[in-house]
């Protein structure tokens, strides 16, 4: 049973650039979390989401962020515009559907730098 | 708003010594509390997860507390090695998990 995925690992992008970090939960989870680790920060919440379904973003800066998990595919964090201050590294976490008792199994982290 | 602090924020030990992480928060609504082990650039990796309901939880040297009531949990390891080097992350679950800024260990050889 493979774990959560993430990719790409490591992304570089100029200012101004779009950058899509994309997350497969494990199979069978249906909830997914994205959190954001500055540098010499802790990590910090961004987003939880359901297929087809944002339940909470209250951890999402309110411009340039967004995230989606379709039906079909992959959950995605897209962040347009980016700036320097973006550069951090992005975890996914995926839970099964009895959520809030569970585990959050982690991915291996996209670690965006903006240049 | 959930607060998550660790102390100590680091913590250097020589090889064989017991480690004691402290973690404490602010709202004890939670389901559950999770200790992650993070080693540098690396992601995280799962060492124990407390229920709610539960006082404890084990895994080989490794050995967690809560208080709900009081808002803390320990980590303790024993018997600690150089491989136990880390930084070791405390989060608390209301349904998103809220991490503490972590204890940076170094165990001396």
């Known amino acids: 049973n493979a774990g959560v995925m993430q990719n790409p690992r490591h992304l570089v992008r100029r200012r101004g650039q779009e950058a899509r970090l994309r997350c497969s939960p494990m199979?069978?989870?249906?909830?997914v979390y994205w959190y954001r680790q500055l540098p010499e920060e802790g990590l910090k919440f961004m987003v939880y989401?359901?297929?087809?379904?944002?339940?909470?973003e209250s951890g999402m800066p309110k411009e340039r962020f967004s995230a989606e998990f379709p039906k079909e595919g992959p959950s995605i964090l897209r962040i347009q515009q980016v700036v320097r201050g973006d550069s951090a590294a992005y975890f996914c976490?995926?839970?099964?559907?009895?959520?809030?008792?569970?585990?959050?199994?982690f991915g291996p982290g996209t670690r965006l730098l903006v240049l | 708003k959930q607060e998550v602090t660790q102390i100590p924020a680091a913590l250097s030990v020589p090889e064989g010594e017991n480690l004691v992480l402290n973690c404490s928060f602010t709202d004890s609504a939670i389901y559950n509390l999770q200790w992650f082990r993070q080693d540098p650039g690396k992601g995280l990796t799962s060492l124990l997860l407390?229920?709610?309901?539960?006082r404890e939880q084990t895994s080989g040297r490794l050995n967690a507390s809560l208080d709900k009531s009081s808002g803390r949990s320990t980590l303790y390891i024993a018997a600690s090695q150089p491989g136990d080097s880390a930084t070791y992350l405390c989060a608390v679950n209301d349904y998103k998990l809220s991490f503490g800024a972590g204890t940076t260990v170094t165990v001396r050889a």
């Open positions: 989401l359901q297929k087809e379904n944002i339940i909470d």
């Open positions: 199979k069978g989870h249906s909830h």
């Open positions: 976490a995926s839970s099964p559907p009895t959520a809030n008792q569970e585990t959050q199994y």
């Open positions: 407390i229920q709610s309901s539960q």
